[in-house]
């Protein structure tokens, strides 16, 4: 019988799953440590007594903040089994203010409830002041503090009951956590094995995704438990210093499913020398993943011609679109087709929300990737913004989805919903029933494949003296070439601003997100647009920025009213008609 909740997963790969199987994890130093899925669940359970050592309950819920990919799994699993609500959060990324790092933090753990934050040996004196700044927290603990806990007493988990709590990103005053459920957990990693992957069982996954956003933990650690697929898993950090290294782990270890952003692939393929080819196999690797950021062809066809020395397949290209709300996963292309795009008219996409096909010749052709169909037992339609009819086929709308991995809502209320669907602000369209994605309507920014908040980039850059309170606006734009979104952050400066605001700017948005601001824009007094009523217009400023007109801009006298769709899709598709239409090359 399939489980029905992830600790009943846990037990049953114990007890069924071929032992020689499990997960692996690699350290820095090319040494490993294997956990059978028999060990796995001895470890877990006893890190889940630790935790009902400290007084936890269940229900109760524990931060965790783990860079190491064992340390995480165990303190996870281990969390699950005793029934607690486990809250993964990122771990400090950057050198610098820790101070900055961690007003982020207590405000993300004061929103969950948490009630112990669990880290690293290494990290624990650093995050002492969590405990100061959340009072419901209780202590910030080593997990060299549970790891060797006494036997676990059995908890009865239902498939309704809380999972985790999976924050969207890296908040800082605006923490935004997602409630899963056991339930949404299994209808996911069901949908993901059989329909999205088609796992057997000679499959090996491989991956360096951090297990504390949702496309490494469900993914690479909740789907492999269901499935009794092997993993092994390596450090985001290796991978940063040294790509070709999780190529090596795929080849070694014969993985045959790897999931990564489009900007991994980029990176692969910039930081790629001669001699890395030497001795690479990856003809085993049959699912090449894209996901978590938008896709784009063109660095992924470079990423295939210059590993097919190597037996790379360009065919094992898997677009595929979800979102933490509905778990993780909603759309899979068919397994084995590689990337099939659609083209069409970039300024019938902008002007009139329409998806007109085009010949590629065609000067303002722009082309978008198919993310294949809805799972089993879920949906997805495309709406007009206030509409309650999913719209024809070409047609761009919002995206909506429905079905078994949609999440209840968020840690301080429900998720948008619209007669039983729930609203990703995405927009897209469909063709032959496949879903096309060709913007947001949201105005997150998608960094190395993780969601940020404009909010929290402004509110990061306005700590800095000299920076306008309420005059600063973050976005993403495509830099030449396209290869990744780049940060911009543009504010007005007070009369009197040090010469070095726009550095100091750079300084605080690394130290308190993690992230590396491209470009720090110090504008006069009423140079950021805005509306009528005075609200910053970001989309307005990001064309601005894109056309090199941001610092001549004085305040813009639109009427403050301006078509949603319109005004969106020019946002994300301007630039590409401009560019990619004439270069022919580069792709959404």
Partial sequence: ????????????????????????????????????????????????????????????????????????????????????????????????????????????????????????????????????????????????????????????????????????????????????????????????????????????????????HDMGLVGFAVTPIFAHVPVVLMSPMSFLKRPIAWLRAISRYRGTVSYAPTFAYALAHKRLRPADLDGLELSCWRIAGCGAEPIRKAPLMEFAAAFAPAGFDRRAFVPSYGLAEATLAVTFAPLGRGLVTDVVSGKALADEGVALPVDPAHPDAVELVRCGHAFPEHEVGVFAQRGETPLDERIVGEIRVRGPSVTRGYVDGPNAHEGGWLRTGDLGYHVDGELVICGRSKEVIIINGRNVFPQDVEAAAERVAGVRRGNTVAFGTRGPGGDRERLVVAFEQEPGAPRDVGARVRESVASLLGLAVDHAVPLPTGALPKTSSGKLKRLAAKRLFERDELEAHRRSKEPALVDWGKELLRSQVGYLVSRVGRAGGEHA
């Fill in 1 to 212: 019988m399939t489980p029905r909740t992830l600790v009943a997963a846990v037990e049953h790969a114990a007890a069924h799953a071929d032992q020689k199987k499990g997960f692996r994890v690699l350290g820095d130093d090319a040494e490993s440590a294997f956990f059978s899925f028999a060990a796995l669940e001895r470890a877990s359970a006893r890190h889940g007594g630790g935790l009902q050592a400290l007084g936890l309950r269940p229900g109760d819920r524990v931060a965790l903040v783990l860079p190491d990919p064992a340390e995480f799994l165990l303190a996870f699993l281990g969390a699950q089994r005793a029934g607690l609500v486990p809250v993964p959060l990122y771990p400090p990324l950057v050198t610098g203010s820790l101070a900055a790092y961690t007003d982020g933090l207590i405000a993300t753990v004061r929103q969950s409830g948490a009630r112990f934050v669990i880290t690293s040996r290494i990290l624990r004196p650093m995050l002492g002041a969590v405990a100061l700044g959340a009072p419901a927290v209780r202590g910030v603990l080593s997990i060299d503090a549970i790891a060797d806990g006494p036997e676990l007493r059995p908890v009865l988990v239902e498939p309704e009951d809380v999972a985790l709590l999976q924050y969207t990103s890296g908040s800082v005053g605006n923490p935004k956590g997602v409630i899963v459920t056991h339930e949404n957990l299994a209808a996911n990693a069901k949908a993901i094995a059989e329909r999205g992957l088609g796992l057997g069982a000679d499959d090996v996954g491989v991956s360096w995704l951090p297990l504390y």
